[in-house]
């Protein structure tokens, strides 16, 4: 019979797991657009979606504001925090820019996102902020999504170059 494990340790083993994930995004998202070329990086990954260089300047932009946004709930009592549209932001123009800048800022951003996340005590995970739309967030469902969000993402590319077989 396996040992018992109370809920405050397995919430604590399923954080881990997932800020190891968000320490992994950056590296897996170089690795997805590594040797591809422009013509490739312009290619949506699905029909109707973003191309491959639109999903790459998106998650430092998203991940960039799910930092902000634990910030704020750290230091204010449950802050409404501001949403923003990804799809029109994903039509701005520096999303036609070459990747390189948007690796190094998603890299440079986990850098600082992990410091935090390492550091912050069970009892700030419970804190939260509000979202005009979702409604009161916490910040463990939030380290869960975003977890998920670069994953998701960095499958997206993946999914394309093998469907392509640009390997």
Do not use: C
């Not at 397995?10 to 998202?29: F, G, K, L, N």
């Amino acid at each position: 019979m396996g040992q018992f494990r109370s809920p405050e340790s397995i919430v604590a083993a399923d954080r881990q797991s997932w800020i190891h994930e968000i320490a992994e995004t950056p590296r897996r998202m170089r690795e997805a657009v590594a040797g591809l070329k422009d013509t490739q990086l312009d290619t949506p990954y699905r029909p109707g979606g973003w191309t491959a260089r639109q999903v790459v300047h998106h998650v430092p932009d998203s991940q960039m504001h799910s930092l902000l946004r634990m910030k704020f709930a750290l230091a204010e009592e449950q802050p409404e925090i501001k949403p923003y549209d990804e799809v029109v932001w994903a039509t701005l123009p520096d999303t036609r820019a070459p990747v390189e800048p948007s690796l190094a800022l998603l890299e440079a951003l986990h850098a600082r996102w992990l410091t935090l996340l390492n550091n912050l005590t069970d009892e700030q995970f419970h804190r939260t902020f509000r979202h005009p739309q979702l409604g009161l967030r916490n910040l463990h469902a939030t380290v869960a999504l975003y977890a998920w969000h670069g994953r998701d993402h960095v499958g997206h590319i993946a999914s394309l170059r093998k469907r392509m077989g640009w390997s």
